[in-house]
Protein backbone atom coordinates (compact mmCIF):
# COMPACT_ATOMS: atom_id res chain seq x y z
CA UNK A 1 0.00 0.00 0.00
CA UNK A 2 1.05 3.53 -0.93
CA UNK A 3 -0.31 6.02 0.68
CA UNK A 4 0.60 10.09 -0.54
CA UNK A 5 -0.49 12.92 1.41
CA UNK A 6 -1.71 16.12 -0.43
CA UNK A 7 -3.15 18.88 0.32
CA UNK A 8 -6.10 21.07 -1.62
CA UNK A 9 -5.90 24.68 -0.92
CA UNK A 10 -9.04 26.06 -2.03
CA UNK A 11 -10.91 23.60 0.39
CA UNK A 12 -8.11 23.39 2.92
CA UNK A 13 -8.41 19.96 3.00
CA UNK A 14 -5.79 16.98 3.33
CA UNK A 15 -5.97 14.50 0.41
CA UNK A 16 -4.48 10.94 1.09
CA UNK A 17 -4.27 9.02 -2.13
CA UNK A 18 -3.80 5.06 -1.84
CA UNK A 19 -2.92 2.75 -4.11
CA UNK A 20 -2.20 -1.09 -3.80
CA UNK A 21 -4.52 -3.76 -1.50
CA UNK A 22 -5.48 -2.26 1.84
CA UNK A 23 -5.77 -5.32 3.78
CA UNK A 24 -4.49 -6.69 7.27
CA UNK A 25 -0.90 -6.61 5.60
CA UNK A 26 -0.82 -2.99 4.32
CA UNK A 27 -3.55 -0.85 6.41
CA UNK A 28 -1.47 -0.26 8.88
CA UNK A 29 0.01 2.10 6.23
CA UNK A 30 -3.30 4.27 6.62
CA UNK A 31 -3.75 3.67 10.02
CA UNK A 32 -0.33 5.27 10.68
CA UNK A 33 -0.80 8.13 8.25
CA UNK A 34 -4.24 8.70 9.87
CA UNK A 35 -2.77 8.85 13.61
CA UNK A 36 -0.18 11.47 12.27
CA UNK A 37 -2.69 13.47 10.79
CA UNK A 38 -5.03 13.34 14.07
CA UNK A 39 -1.58 14.19 15.85
CA UNK A 40 -1.59 17.55 14.18
CA UNK A 41 -4.30 18.65 14.52
CA UNK A 42 -5.93 17.57 10.50
CA UNK A 43 -9.12 16.75 10.83
CA UNK A 44 -10.36 17.45 7.13
CA UNK A 45 -9.31 14.84 5.10
CA UNK A 46 -10.38 13.13 1.61
CA UNK A 47 -9.20 9.68 0.93
CA UNK A 48 -8.99 9.12 -2.66
CA UNK A 49 -9.72 5.69 -3.59
CA UNK A 50 -9.11 5.54 -7.30
CA UNK A 51 -5.74 3.35 -6.89
CA UNK A 52 -7.23 0.71 -4.14
CA UNK A 53 -8.35 -2.24 -6.44
CA UNK A 54 -8.94 -4.89 -3.09
CA UNK A 55 -10.22 -3.74 0.53
CA UNK A 56 -10.45 -6.38 3.22
CA UNK A 57 -12.33 -5.58 6.32
CA UNK A 58 -9.28 -4.22 8.17
CA UNK A 59 -9.08 -1.84 5.32
CA UNK A 60 -12.49 -1.07 5.67
CA UNK A 61 -12.34 -0.92 9.70
CA UNK A 62 -8.99 1.70 9.66
CA UNK A 63 -11.29 3.93 6.84
CA UNK A 64 -14.21 4.00 9.65
CA UNK A 65 -11.89 5.05 12.43
CA UNK A 66 -10.80 7.30 10.62
CA UNK A 67 -13.79 9.22 9.93
CA UNK A 68 -14.93 9.04 13.57
CA UNK A 69 -11.69 10.48 14.78
CA UNK A 70 -12.19 13.66 12.53
CA UNK A 71 -15.62 14.01 12.94
CA UNK A 72 -15.24 14.03 16.74
CA UNK A 73 -12.28 16.63 16.36
CA UNK A 74 -15.07 18.77 14.16
CA UNK A 75 -13.88 18.33 10.67
CA UNK A 76 -14.45 15.07 7.97
CA UNK A 77 -13.42 12.56 6.31
CA UNK A 78 -14.97 11.66 2.92
CA UNK A 79 -13.93 8.90 0.73
CA UNK A 80 -13.37 9.58 -3.15
CA UNK A 81 -13.25 8.05 -6.55
CA UNK A 82 -13.84 4.70 -5.51
CA UNK A 83 -13.83 1.87 -8.27
CA UNK A 84 -16.81 -0.64 -9.27
CA UNK A 85 -15.79 -3.22 -7.07
CA UNK A 86 -15.03 -0.91 -3.99
CA UNK A 87 -17.67 0.88 -3.94
CA UNK A 88 -20.26 -2.17 -4.22
CA UNK A 89 -18.22 -2.91 -1.02
CA UNK A 90 -18.89 -0.15 0.64
CA UNK A 91 -22.74 -0.18 0.03
CA UNK A 92 -22.93 -4.05 0.65
CA UNK A 93 -21.16 -3.55 4.11
CA UNK A 94 -23.13 0.00 4.99
CA UNK A 95 -20.27 1.97 5.21
CA UNK A 96 -21.87 4.29 2.79
CA UNK A 97 -24.99 5.08 5.16
CA UNK A 98 -22.24 6.65 7.49
CA UNK A 99 -19.46 8.13 5.31
CA UNK A 100 -19.91 9.92 2.63
CA UNK A 101 -18.36 8.94 -0.65
CA UNK A 102 -17.62 11.31 -3.65
CA UNK A 103 -17.40 10.17 -7.69
CA UNK A 104 -13.84 12.29 -7.62
CA UNK A 105 -11.42 14.11 -5.20
CA UNK A 106 -12.75 17.59 -5.96
CA UNK A 107 -16.16 17.04 -5.54
CA UNK A 108 -14.85 15.95 -1.76
CA UNK A 109 -12.58 18.44 -0.97
CA UNK A 110 -16.33 20.71 -2.18
CA UNK A 111 -17.76 18.54 -0.11
CA UNK A 112 -21.20 19.34 -1.03
CA UNK A 113 -24.44 17.32 -0.24
CA UNK A 114 -25.49 16.88 -4.07
CA UNK A 115 -22.51 15.51 -5.14
CA UNK A 116 -22.35 12.70 -2.63
CA UNK A 117 -22.64 9.18 -4.42
CA UNK A 118 -26.67 8.45 -4.05
CA UNK A 119 -27.17 5.18 -7.03
CA UNK A 120 -25.62 2.17 -5.65
CA UNK A 121 -23.66 1.86 -9.64
CA UNK A 122 -23.67 -1.96 -9.80
CA UNK A 123 -24.98 -2.75 -6.79
CA UNK A 124 -27.72 -5.04 -7.25
CA UNK A 125 -29.64 -6.22 -4.03
CA UNK A 126 -30.17 -9.65 -3.40
CA UNK A 127 -33.47 -10.98 -2.24
CA UNK A 128 -34.05 -14.55 -1.52
CA UNK A 129 -37.24 -16.53 -0.52
CA UNK A 130 -37.24 -19.46 1.07
CA UNK A 131 -37.74 -21.94 -2.23
CA UNK A 132 -34.48 -20.18 -3.95
CA UNK A 133 -31.85 -19.63 -0.70
CA UNK A 134 -28.83 -21.49 -1.29
CA UNK A 135 -27.98 -25.27 0.64
CA UNK A 136 -31.62 -25.07 1.49
Known sequence: MDVRIGH????DTTIL???GQLDIDTATALVDALE???QRDVSRIVVDLAG??????TGLSAL????HRATRAGGYLRLAAPT???????????IRETVPVY??????????ADEIVTDS?????????TEDRPGE
Open 8 to 11: DRTS
Open 17 to 19: SLH
Open 36 to 38: DLH
Open 52 to 57: VHFCDS
Open 64 to 67: VVGY
Open 84 to 94: PFLLRVLTVVG
Open 103 to 112: RSVAAGCRGG
Open 121 to 129: GTVEPEVWT
